[in-house]
């Protein structure tokens, strides 16, 4: 009877074990077709010509200005209504695309940006696996920052930004360096890859510093030979980038990316927590992971530095007028990979430790509670990016055809639609606002505004115009156009408008 209720009780736990199992797939599978339906508008979206952010076309000029120098320099200096305050790499990625296979700049980033993205993902999944953690773990750290990001932060899916690329690139050295920790070893070509890798994502998006800060520290920490190794590669490719940087554009690349301007206001801080909101339970589960299990745990060591570096660096930045959500994005991958290593936690024996570590079903709740509340009005949005995308496209086709049938000078604060009209690049609007607003000179701009050298001139917003500033609460260059006459011309889709000057 004793090997009878002893074999019955094992077969229950089995399948009580094979059904939790189970329940883990099932969820991840509705993650899988939740990602599937949220992705979907936005990669439908890519090859049409529908306005998706201001950094489209930025980022397509200067990308075609790597490709032709003919188009002006890539790094235009200080005496010019164009600025460029971004290291070079991901204008010449997106520009070979651009010009040699897809034939259109701003689709070609936006085929860049998702598929960053999804190596973003995949690449954080591996990095769970490669500090210990479960498939499953690696599974949901994976699907959890796809989730995020196609819901509360979907503005920066499948557009013309170089954030993902920059994050691809660092988790890749990440998870080059960590191939053989499990083994403890850490071979010098793999370590002078990583730190090429890292390297290569800075020269994308300087400000993304959380990363590489977390890594250095934490190889010093557990292994300061290989550190020394790390941190010699990484002055090496930076001394390099540098050099090859100079030769190719000079000195006006340091100056225009060290120099640039930017309006800071304390008053941006309550703006800044709004976008953190959906992060909270994230680090809930974070803080409970790391004080479960702090003691000697190396992974959970680079995580929390992970994320602790990268939340300071992020809030500091966002209090930067321009400076968007997307400063978080290395808090949510770092408090994604927590999150995997978490649900990969191997059961202990120690009751002082299992009190303190959340259960899975505690991750997985807290992780999915901003989803949950927030998914019929994210159904909405997604579908409606799927069944209005025609509509929106052929919508702006008769501002995009009016600015190409204007001779003369042109200028768009939605700069995509200056690049589709085939315009050069006239007036960056929002860096030359704040270049003015920290005490630069609107001369120049007001000369060409005061001959009507502008034959027309594109605004996002007709609220904008109306109340004759924008979102900054004071914009010279709009002030500027109003004060030599110029009025709406024509009212454009999604509240667009473009000016024109007062009749001869």
């Known amino acids: ?195 090429l890798l890292m390297t290569a994502g800075g020269f994308v998006k300087h400000s993304l510093v959380g990363l590489p800060v977390a890594v250095t520290i934490w190889l010093f920490l557990v292994q300061p030979r290989t550190a020394r190794v790390w941190l010699i590669s990484a002055i090496g490719w930076v001394s390099l980038g540098l050099i090859v940087t100079e030769i190719l554009h000079g000195g006006a690349a340091f100056l225009d990316i060290l120099e640039h301007h930017r309006v800071f206001r304390l008053g941006r801080a309550v703006k800044a927590f709004e976008r953190l909101l959906p992060l909270l339970p994230l680090m809930i589960v974070a803080t409970l ?96 990016d799927i069944d209005g995308r025609f509509a929106r496209a052929r919508s702006w086709q008769p501002i995009i055809l009016q600015l190409a049938r204007q001779p003369g000078l042109v200028g768009c604060e939605t700069l995509s639609l200056c690049f589709w009209a085939g315009k050069p690049f006239a007036v960056d609007m929002f860096n030359l606002n704040q270049d003015i607003l920290t005490g630069g000179s609107i001369a120049r701009f007001d000369a060409l505004a005061g001959h009507h050298a502008f034959g027309l001139f594109e605004f996002s917003s007709i609220l904008t115009v109306v109340n004759g500033h924008s979102a900054l609460k004071h914009d010279p260059l709009l002030e500027n156009l109003l004060a030599h006459g110029y009025a709406v011309h024509q009212r454009g889709p999604e509240g667009s408008v473009v000016l024109g000057p007062p009749l001869p």
């Not at 305050?85 to 980033?109: E, H, K, Q, T």
């Not at 960053?116 to 993902?121: D, H, K, R």
């Not at 959970?300 to 959500?325: K, P, T």
């Open 289 to 384: 992971t790391y004080r479960a299990r702090r003691q000697g745990d190396r992974p959970i060591g680079l995580a929390a530095l992970f994320v602790v570096i990268s939340l300071l660096g992020s809030l500091a930045q966002r209090f930067g007028e321009g400076v968007n959500y997307n400063a978080y994005f290395e808090t949510m991958i770092a408090l994604c990979l927590t999150l995997g290593l978490a649900l990969s936690a191997r059961p202990t024996q120690d009751p002082s430790v299992r009190r303190r570590l959340p259960s899975p079903g505690q991750v997985v709740g807290l992780a999915c509670i901003p989803l949950l509340v927030m998914m019929p009005w994210q159904i909405g949005r997604a579908w409606g």
């Open 1 to 195: 009877m004793t090997i009878v209720a002893v074999s019955c009780s094992g077969a229950f736990r089995s399948l009580r074990l094979g059904y939790v199992l189970r329940r883990s797939d099932i969820l991840l599978l509705v993650a899988a077709a939740m990602i599937v339906f949220f992705l979907a508008g936005p990669v439908l979206t890519m090859p049409l010509r529908i306005p998706l952010s201001y950094n489209e076309g930025w980022n397509a000029y200067f990308g075609a200005r790597a490709m032709d120098a003919r188009l002006g320099p890539l790094y235009p200096g200080s005496d010019s209504l164009v600025f460029n305050n971004y290291p070079p790499l991901s204008f010449y990625i997106v520009g070979v695309l651009g010009r040699y296979v897809v034939g259109d700049l701003i689709v070609a980033g936006r085929i860049v940006a998702l598929t960053s993205l999804l190596a973003s993902a995949g690449l954080l999944g591996v990095c769970v696996r490669l500090l210990g953690g479960t498939v499953r773990g690696g599974l949901a750290a994976a699907a959890l920052l796809l989730l995020y990001t196609s819901t509360f932060y979907r503005d920066y899916v499948a557009v013309d930004d170089p954030q993902w690329l920059a994050h691809a690139l660092m988790l890749g050295a990440l998870a080059m360096l960590l191939t053989e920790y499990r083994a403890a070893r850490y071979p010098v070509g793999r370590v002078m890859m990583a730190a």
